[in-house]
Nanobody, 122 residues
């Protein structure tokens, strides 16, 4: 079983920056795609950014040019650098990953973190 733990959320003024981290731990063979989702007040959960194990990235249009997703495969960690933050970025940010449980299983299982609050306000 895999556990994801996020950190780095908090309160920041508009135009400021935050860096989120998410560490995977537990028993698994490998981690594939990792991603960040967010859910703002009254909104559905949406994809913010994702990064494959080969480092290919994909971003929501609303964060392109402001957010950067990266990962450290050796440490099973994914990061989200958020710059030029706007009030509309306020949300709970969730880490997501897909993992293989063993060498003999080719399917990937999804797992979510517990979420970290990001509030952008003056």
């Amino acid at each position: 079983q895999v556990r994801l733990v996020e950190s780095g959320g908090g309160l920041v003024q508009p135009g400021g920056s935050l860096r989120l981290s998410c560490v995977g731990s537990g028993s698994f063979f490998s981690i594939g795609t990792m991603a960040w989702y967010r859910q703002g007040p009254g909104n559905e959960r949406e994809l913010v950014a994702q990064i494959a194990s080969g480092f290919t990235t994909n971003y929501a249009d609303s964060v392109k040019g402001r957010f950067t997703v990266s990962r450290d495969n050796a440490k099973n960690t994914v990061f989200l650098q958020m710059n030029s933050l706007k009030p509309e970025d306020t949300a709970v940010y969730y880490c997501y990953a897909e993992y293989r449980s063993s060498l003999y299983r080719t399917t990937y299982n999804p797992v979510w973190g517990q979420g970290t609050q990001v509030t952008v306000s003056s």
